[in-house]
């Protein structure tokens, strides 16, 4: 039983462990390295030893059965040092065989340089026999330490050589031989412990490598990956475009990109909550990877509500199009969440290599432009990136470039639009709408160069200048006169900003009691408790607020309940036609309705034709601006407007 146990272990030490791959390829690695100078040490000490017999024993046997097991050993050492790179790319089976095979050479040279050298003993003198037994001790401990990684194979040298030693000394009738003998054999079992210990440190260290790089790869992958959706993350995203344009640059592929940004979300998460915000934002991810079907399509989470794809060897431009489309109308089904069932949309901007893009960045940037400009025109829609957008953006960055170098002072000016009430017809204010002249470019409208002034982050120093403009010249007009003027949202995004405007506005000496500050919905995409900061100071100064292009954005009621508003002022679209167009009546009439329950004053703008006119009047509006009254005018011509009007004349 004992016997049976202990046959067993010496036989499982003696062969090779195939079922784990990352030992099987570092004792490759190690044998790799060692191998070569074993055979290197063994042929060079043969021949020391061949030479100390030379001309005593035959030729046959002292120097070529020495050439043939040098040739033998220069064979495998040259098979060893070439594949010595291959390693870490075998298979756990090439690994088994390579040392499998280790083992059955060593068995069989070690056999073979045995018989040799014993061979040999009976032709010396006793220096010569001694010889013998030196070399093949030094032979067979120098094998065992280069073979120290492959445990089996340092045992089976251990019992080819130190077994017919032991025995060929000891029988050999010399005292001295059989201490030899018992003096290797003493070794040898130090030896065999050495490498038993050595062997089980070895595969410790393997171990424990193997755990660490799981580990490192398990955080690679975490890395990777939100954690709120499962879905990859901004970071692998850009890892995979980078790859991705790679290989399409390479393969002269099409490459297309597309970000969706969810229309709807903020509200959702102001009104609910966060949690009901992840929840959705987990059946939106869930949605969007149904469509990852294929390998080429790598959809992420780019962060907050956005979301972007990555599609190699893309279909034309059509397809891809219709596909964002298609994604669209996915969002636009209801989800059903536990606290409410919720409806939200998603805008895509899609760009694509080689035709509008010629590197990742550009790529990204592009498609991110198509999105803003699609949201714009089209919300829960998707958008290309096209050719007009390009002529866009050049045309933007000549803009941004001659604003950056503009003297405010001397090409801004503001002109100021009469708001009407329609009751009496008079003029109760101006709205002060900025004008630039630049020496470069002429005559740039406001409606371009403002958000591009806001983009450029130069849009406090434009609202400074054209605010201390506006004050002035509302300062020479009859007290009962009101002056609206628009203020960007980044003005209001920064607590700096806002003391800017609150100390040119308690400079000029105006009565802030008369001025009304427009912001648009923009504001509420904005850091929100900022702007509601901004907002509450300036109230508090005494300045009313309108929200301004009221109806267009998507802002929620809560919302708007949740700034100190005092006017909504009705986006100009819902006007055009108004006599013509029972919706745009039927939105114009709730929207004023809203504006009383909420105690607001309503201004409708861009009030043009007399219909139009008529048609409000019978909505009851009161408060009207448009070109049906007046076009915006220079401030040099306000005191004619009012003369003419009958209002009230500036006293000069
Ligand atoms: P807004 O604040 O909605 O201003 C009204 C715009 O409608 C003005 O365009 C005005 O000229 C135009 N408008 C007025 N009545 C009519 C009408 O009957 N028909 C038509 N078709 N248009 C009419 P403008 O001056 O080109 O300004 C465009 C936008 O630029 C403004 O829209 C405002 O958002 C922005 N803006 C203008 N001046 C400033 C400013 O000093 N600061 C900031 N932050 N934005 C400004
Ligand atoms: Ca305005
Ligand atoms: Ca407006």
Redesign the pocket.
Known sequence: MVAANLLRRVRYCMSVNADNPELLRAQLTALSRLVPLLYSILVANAWVLASTFFGKAPNWLGVYVALALSIFCAVRLTQWWRKRGLVPTVTKEQAVYELRRTNKLAGILGVAFSIWAIALFPYGDAYAQAHVALFLTMAMLGSMLCLIHLRSAAMIVAITVSVPFVVFFALSGVPTFLGTAINVMLVTVAAVIVILIQYRDFTRMVEAQKRTEMLSNENLRLANLDSLTDLPNRRAFFAHLDKAFERAQLQGSRLALGIIDLDGFKPVNDLYGHATGDKLLIEVAARLSSICSSETFFMSRLGGDEFAYVIMDAPNDAALVAQGHEIAAMLRAPFMLSEATVQISGSIGIAVHPEMAASSQQLFERADYALYHGKDAKRGSAMLFSAEHEAQINSDARIEQALKRADFEQELS??F?PIVDIRSHDTVGF?????WTSPVLGKV???MF?PIAERAGI?SV??QS??KK?LATASEWPANLRLS????AV?LNSAEGVLGIVSIIEGSGFDTRRLDL?I?ETAFTHDFAQIHRSVETLRLLGCGISL??FGTGYSSLSRLHALPLTKI?I??SFV?DLHKSQNSRKIVKSLLALSRDMGLDCVI????TQEEMAALQRLGGLLV????YS??IPADNVAAYLNDTGVVAISA
């Open positions: 503001v002109v639009q709205e002060a709408l900025a004008r409208s406001p409606g403002i849009i434009l609202t054209l605010l506006a003027f628009n203020l960007s003005d427009e648009t301004d292009d002022k986006d100009r055009t703008e861009g009030v043009e601006q448009g070109y049906f076009p915006p």
